[in-house]
Each structure stands twice: as structure tokens, then as C-alpha cells.
């Protein structure tokens, strides 16, 4: 029988039936150590019981009833986000890219609150924000952009970690009233600014001097990744506007767009929304994953994360090869192209991993991954990668 499916997806020839912690296994009973976690959506492990058994009673008591109404779940949620971000106010979407749309009208709403008739938002080259027709506008990929024009106009690029070409683009340009950037690029192979995260200061200090709004996408670095709950935290500032997803339902949809500042107060009611968006079963979904978060998968992904980075340094320092990141949000970059390593590593070592911009293995694993699952990614990973530069 031909597939039912949309071939949008070169997809991997293996199902998995079944995970727990940092392992899937498929129908066959074999174990495969994840290193990716359903692209650093798994924080928690696979089949968290604690999860499992709020998604389990919630879907039991109340699922959805829409935004029509109060949704107190939406509430616990949005509170417990201000508690760990410091951010004030919140809007539940079902994924990233909406999550980034709604950070793009917010930009837009700003803009033209300043008399701006054609906002425009800073984005950066290597960048990924999402699938939906301005998310691909927004990322600096082509190979995501190319065969969906006309792009959504109101984006100026610049390369990443570059704050005088974002001086010269400011300069250039009267429309800018927004930089959206990764704090780490995910998607474009885990770079990570040559100023680590003192990036973003620079960042906040041009948005506050030109009366910008400075928008973080953590998607994917959010919600303890790089080792606090989000990126910026290992930084003084405070972004407008940041947006989430990923990790946050530990693999139940949901995304969410936080704002203070300057972009406290730019939706009314009417502007923006979602019939699903925050939904009392993805809510408490995240609730729970936000209360186990802290109790110490954070911490862990800090300390078992500069083990991984400090250990791959080590044991690798004879090779051609160079190691960046922070906390669980490792790439190794490879002098060639290693798309293969995927496929070889999955056969071989029984390991799930991704290669992103052609040549970085990237590596995601579970936030509360033990010492000695660790050692066992940095075997099974080196051998690898010893076999494929040899
Ligand atoms: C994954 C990702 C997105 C898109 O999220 P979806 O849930 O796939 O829509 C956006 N930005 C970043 C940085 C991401 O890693």
C-alpha cells in the first residue's frame, strides 16, 4: 500500500512503540539511547509518570472548552511562567511558528503605534523561526523559503552575532522596531555568539537606545535546555518579548508568547487568538512540566551539560572537529558533510541523534540525564565519529 501521507518528511525507516527516560524502543524490543528527545521537546525523558498521569486526568475531568471563557488552568499556567521567566503576561499558542507569529504581529502593533506605516524586524542569517508563512520569512534559510514566494515583507537580515552590521542596518533603515533572534541557533548548527550570552546584553542595550523591541526565540532553548529556565537568564536582562514551545509540554503541543516592558500592553481584545491555544489538558500538561522543571532537571542539564561539552572537548581534541553549546544544547561540528551519521549512528550504535547545517551533529538529550547515561552518549557518539573521520 502506497503511504497516506504527504511526503513532507525524508523520514527515517524505524517506529518507535514505546520510551522511557533518555531510551525508545521499538516493536522489535530494542533499546535505542535518544540523544535528540523528539528535537529538545523531551526534556523530562520519555513517558514521564508524573506527566502521564496529569494529561491522563485532566483528559479525564476536562479537555477543552475554549477561549470563549476562563480557563483557570491557563491562569496557573500563566502564572507559574512570570514566577520562572520574570516575564508579566502570556499567550498560549499549539507550536512554535505560532507562537513567533504572535510575537511578529506584537512587533507590528508596536510599530505602528509609533507611526511606523511598514514595521520591520531585525532577523539573522542561519536562523529558523517556523514554517508558517511569516515564521519562513523570518528564517534565514533558504532551503525553507524557496517555492513559497512572495515572502511577508517587514524582515531586514543581518548575519548573527554581529552588532555593528545591526547598528549599520538601524541606521539604514527608519521602519526597524524589532530584532528577533535565537540566544543559540538551533537549527543552524547550535552557534553560539562569540560574546556568549553577553550577545544579548548588547542586544538589550541597542533596543533600549533605538526604542525597539528586543524578541527572543526559545523554542528551543527555553525551559532549561541551556541550563536555566530560559537563555537569557544566564544574562542581567530581560527581553519584550519572548516566545517558547519545545520543551514546555514535554511532547503535548503548546507554545506560548511572554511579554513585559514595552510590550506589555499591545494586544487588545480582538487582536490575536487561537481556538486551541491553552487548552486546560495542554495546560496542565505544562504546569506539571514547569513544577518538575525546576526541581532540579534544570541544575542537572547545567552540570551533566558542561560534562558532555567539557568531555567531547577531551576526548576528541585530536580531531578536526570543534564542540559548542550550552547545557543539554550540544553540536559537534565536522570538517564534511555527515548527514549520513544519522543513519549510521541509529544502525551501528543503537543512537538517536540529528545533523543540521550539513555538517553539525546535534545533540539534545534529556534534561535529567545521569552521569552514566552520559558516559554512555559520549561512547557511543565518539566511536562514531572516530569510525567516520578515520
Ligand atoms: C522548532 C523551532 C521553531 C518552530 O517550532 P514549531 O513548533 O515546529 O512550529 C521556531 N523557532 C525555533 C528556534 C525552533 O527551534
Redesign the pocket.
Known sequence: MTSALMPTYARQPIAFVKGQGCWLYDADGQAYLDALTG??VCGLGHAHPVVAKAIAEQAETLVHTSNLYQVPLQEALGQALRRVSGMEFCFFSN????A?EAAIKLARVFGHQKNIAEPTIIVMENS????TMA?LSATGNKKVQIGFEPLVQGFVRVPFDDISAIEQAIAENPNIVAILV?PIQ??GGIRVSKQGFAYLEALRRICDQHDLLLML?E??TGNGRTGKYFAYQHTQIKPDVVTT??GLGNGFPI?ACLVQGKARDLFKPGNHGSTYGGTPLACRAALTVVELLEQGPIDNAATVGQYLIASFRDKLADLDVQVNGHGMMIGIRLPRPCAELVGLARDEEKLLLNVTADSVIRLLPTLTLTQSEADEIILRVCRLVRRYLA
Do not use: L, V, W, Y
Open positions: 528535537i529538545a507550536s512554535g511558528a505560532e513567533n529558523f523561526h517556523g514554517r515564521t535565537e538551533g537549527e526565540d523554542i528551543q514551545a519545545k507554545g
